[in-house]
């Protein structure tokens, strides 16, 4: 059995920040880096972004050059996924074995969720690993109908790429209008224009009933939508959101949230227990971690890379630093990449009031501007990469507003 040390579960983004950010802090004892996936750590983002489209087939895109855990005398384990947690022993169970922690970091992300009845049908996907964005890709290098199921950042991004090749795509969205609780009613509806304009079939308020198979009952031939229609598609990619991937620890005394099951923590990204109280040397961080954000006075649980990065660090430097933990704020922001055009957003979408500055179909790009109260809450950027954090400073402000509004009708003249 392994020495105790810090152990990080979860070999994403959050996870390997937090294996660096300790070793930055000075601390000199073994680091052990869980993985569940075979492959050692890498990035997510281009996965939707860039290697759909690539002319090759998609290589693993490494986080970190492997010397780099050698370097800092980091030991990765590989197609370990967490089973278990003992708290009072201070344990973690993995699919290899128990592995013992002093400090222990749950960065373990999130997973795809899917659709239910369609286990076994084969052309239907998610996106989330690098094996899934594999599979999608190939079925992408030959003529197909694509059906899309999710108007999110990733089903766009998958009707995008799809797009690129030529496909015919048709989008369903449940929901009566996309992208509402990122971006807002009204910033959604700016943001899949784009869909129109490049040719993808959008159907919202709309569910699925169920899948078409072919004749075999075993490959998908098409989707059948809660109002009878019937869209023909061989490959189905299903985007409606992920769930944090908290099953290993519905045994134990940490407090999930409700709704989703991700981690409690407090404002140091310190883990709570169900009763409220924090869980001695546990912390978490990234798409898992529920945590009150005091830049914006309400809890907030984040599945975007910049606050991946940064809440790893930070947890990882309260586990380990031995002095007072610091509260953990941030600024959201995430950006996704449609049909050639950058979306980028910054602060929150929960607003009194939205105020459209500049309009992609007059001026080149779009920008739109989030009010609560007085400051500026969020900024929405279409096609105006050079804008998106120059209005940062605005979001972190308070009674922001007017001069967040003074400067934008400089910007976009």
């Given at each position: 059995m392994r020495n105790r040390g810090l152990v990080v579960v979860g070999a994403g983004l959050a996870g390997v920040a937090a294996c660096e950010s300790a070793r930055r802090e000075g601390f000199s004892g073994p680091i052990t880096l869980i993985g569940a996936e075979s492959h050692v750590p890498?990035?997510?983002?281009?996965?939707?972004?860039?290697?759909?489209?690539?002319?090759?087939?998609?290589?693993?895109?490494?986080?970190?050059?492997?010397?780099?855990?050698?370097?800092?005398d980091i030991d990765v384990m590989t197609d370990a996924?967490?089973?278990g947690l003992d708290t009072r022993a201070r344990v973690v169970g993995t699919g290899k074995g128990d592995v013992p922690y002093q400090h222990l970091v749950i960065a373990c992300g999130a997973r795809s969720r899917?659709?239910?009845?369609?286990s076994g049908i084969s052309g239907i996907h998610t996106l989330r690993t690098h094996s899934d964005v594999e599979a999608v890709w190939k079925r992408l290098q030959s003529p197909v109908r694509v059906v899309v199921i999710g108007a999110g950042f990733i089903g766009a991004e998958v009707a995008s790429a799809a797009r690129n090749y030529g496909h015919p795509v048709t989008i369903v969205e449940a929901a009566p209008a996309p992208l509402t609780r990122s971006l807002g009613a009204e910033g959604g509806a700016l943001v899949t224009e784009l869909h129109a304009?490049?040719?993808?079939?959008?159907?919202?308020?709309?569910?699925?009933?169920?899948?078409i198979t072919d004749s075999t009952g075993t490959t998908v031939a098409g989707v059948k939508l809660t109002d009878g229609r019937v869209v023909d598609g061989d490959l189905v990619v299903v985007g409606i959101g992920a769930a944090p991937s908290t099953e290993w620890l519905s045994d134990t005394d940490i407090g999930l949230d409700a709704r989703d099951g991700g981690i409690e923590c407090d404002a140091t990204l310190a883990v709570l227990s169900s009763a409220g109280l924090p869980v001695d040397g546990v912390w978490a961080a990234?798409?898992?971690?529920?945590?009150?954000?005091?830049?914006?006075?309400?809890?907030?649980?984040l599945e975007h890379w910049a606050s991946a990065s940064e809440q790893g660090a930070a947890a990882a430097r309260n586990a380990v630093s031995g002095n007072s933990p610091m509260p953990f704020t941030t600024v959201p922001y995430f950006w996704s990449d449609w049909y050639g055009t950058r979306i980028q957003f910054v602060g929150t979408s929960q607003a009194d009031e939205l105020l459209v500055q500049q309009r992609r179909d007059k001026t080149g790009g779009t920008v739109v501007l989030y009010r609560s109260g007085g400051r500026v809450a969020g900024v929405l950027t279409i096609g105006r990469p050079d804008l998106i954090m120059k209005y940062r400073r605005f979001v972190t402000a308070p009674?922001?507003?007017?001069?967040?509004?003074?400067?934008?009708?400089?910007?976009?003249?």
């Open positions: 890498y990035d997510r983002p281009p996965l939707s972004k860039e290697l759909l489209v690539g002319e090759a087939s998609p290589a693993v895109p490494l986080l970190r050059e492997r010397g780099r855990f050698t370097e800092l996924p967490a089973v899917e659709l239910p009845g369609t304009a490049n040719g993808t079939e959008l159907v919202l308020g709309v569910g699925v009933e169920s899948m990234g798409d898992v971690a529920h945590w009150p954000n005091a830049l914006f006075d309400k809890r907030m649980r009674d922001s507003w007017v001069s967040g509004v003074n400067y934008g009708a400089d910007q976009c003249r």
